[in-house]
Structures are given as structure tokens and as C-alpha cells.
């Protein structure tokens, strides 16, 4: 079991090195397109499906709570908590739809669709992408090794890896980076007289 816990770790490091460094110029582009939208006072809104759910969900926390320092409340949506919502479309419609009614019901131009999957080719997400772009979103995606999503939306960032706790893993590593930067961006302040 050591060996197998030691091989976890060291692909865990590769995988997530790799990542960063063949994602690194659209990790800043993704943080800057995020302090942009939120200075602007719009907001974004973060979805996927199971792990990836909860990952949405952890990013908003991050965002409307706070990551490193005190400052604002920045304003960012999981569409994964409104069980009413999910259940009344997935009843009524079809589960592909759950976010995407709700990206229409709830997106304005200026606002960010940040989609979260693993394969890159979850239906619900995918239609919610596209949705957003309809409607005037710019979209994010976090994907594994792009699939359909890396093919649609504005900018993604994609893991070369086809396990998917791994891919799960670089996800919430790679939103902590986007958060730690767009802090930085929105409260230069804060990080000086922090000593961040």
C-alpha cells in the first residue's frame, strides 16, 4: 500500500505540473477575464456535474465568501445547489437542460459561464456553454482532455489525463490559482500590507 500511495502522489505531481505549464498563459487570461467581470459588477456562474459539482460549488464559496484576504464579496453562482430547480427541469425537460434554462433565466452580457468536466463532453454542460454564448457569456471551461467543451468554449483549460480523480485533483488546484490571481488583480492592497 506505501508503494501504491507513493505512486498516486508522484503522478498527482506530474499531472498538475504538466498542466501548469502547458496551461500557464490561459490560467492568467482566466483570471484576468474574471477580475475584468467582476470589477465591471457582473458575476459568473460555475457548474459540472458530481465531483465536478462540487467543485463548482467550492469555487463560489471562495469567490462570494473569501479566498486569502478580507475584502468584498465577489459575485459568483454555483448552478448545482437549487435541488427545486435541478429537479423541476430534469422532471419537466430533460437533465441536459439544467443549466442551461438557467444560464437564460439568469445571464446577462458581461457575465462568465465557467463550466467544469472531466471529459470535456457532458451534455448539460456543453448546453449551458452554449447557451451562454447566445446570450452574450463568455464561457471557461475546465476539462480533461478538452473533449467537446475544448472545442466551444472561449477558453480552456484542459488536464492531459484520462484518471479521473487525477483530473479532479488539478481542477480545484488550478481554480485556487485563478483565485489566489483575480485577489490579487481586484486588492493589490490587501497582498501588501498582508505580506502575501
Given at each position: ?5 507513493l ?10 505540473r ?23 459588477g ?14 463548482a ?12 484576504i ?14 427545486s ?10 437533465f ?8 437564460h ?37 475546465l ?17 492531459e ?5 487525477r483530473?479532479?485533483e ?5 481554480g ?21
Open positions: 500500500m506505501k508503494d501504491i500511495i505512486d498516486i502522489l508522484d503522478s498527482g505531481i506530474e499531472i498538475k504538466r498542466c501548469i505549464e502547458s496551461n500557464i498563459d490561459n490560467i492568467i487570461t482566466a483570471a484576468r477575464m474574471l477580475a475584468s467581470c467582476m470589477a465591471s457582473n458575476k459568473v456562474f460555475i457548474f459540472g456535474n458530481g465531483g465536478s459539482a462540487a467543485d460549488q467550492h469555487l463560489a464559496a471562495e469567490l462570494v465568501n473569501r479566498f486569502q478580507e475584502r468584498p464579496p465577489l459575485a459568483a453562482i454555483a448552478l448545482t445547489t437549487d435541488t430547480i435541478l429537479t423541476s427541469i430534469g422532471n419537466d425537460y430533460h441536459d437542460e439544467i443549466f442551461s434554462k438557467q444560464i433565466a439568469l445571464g446577462k452580457k458581461g457575465d462568465i459561464a465557467w463550466g467544469i468536466s472531466t471529459s470535456g463532453n457532458s451534455p448539460n454542460v456543453l448546453k449551458a456553454v452554449i447557451a451562454a454564448q447566445k446570450t452574450g457569456l463568455t464561457t471557461i471551461a476539462t480533461g482532455r478538452s473533449g467537446k467543451l475544448g472545442d466551444c468554449a472561449d477558453l480552456v483549460l484542459s488536464v489525463s484520462d484518471i479521473t480523480a483530473i479532479q488539478t481542477h480545484i488546484m488550478l485556487h490559482i485563478v483565485c489566489d490571481l483575480l485577489e490579487r488583480q481586484l486588492y493589490p492592497e490587501e497582498f501588501n500590507n498582508n505580506g502575501i
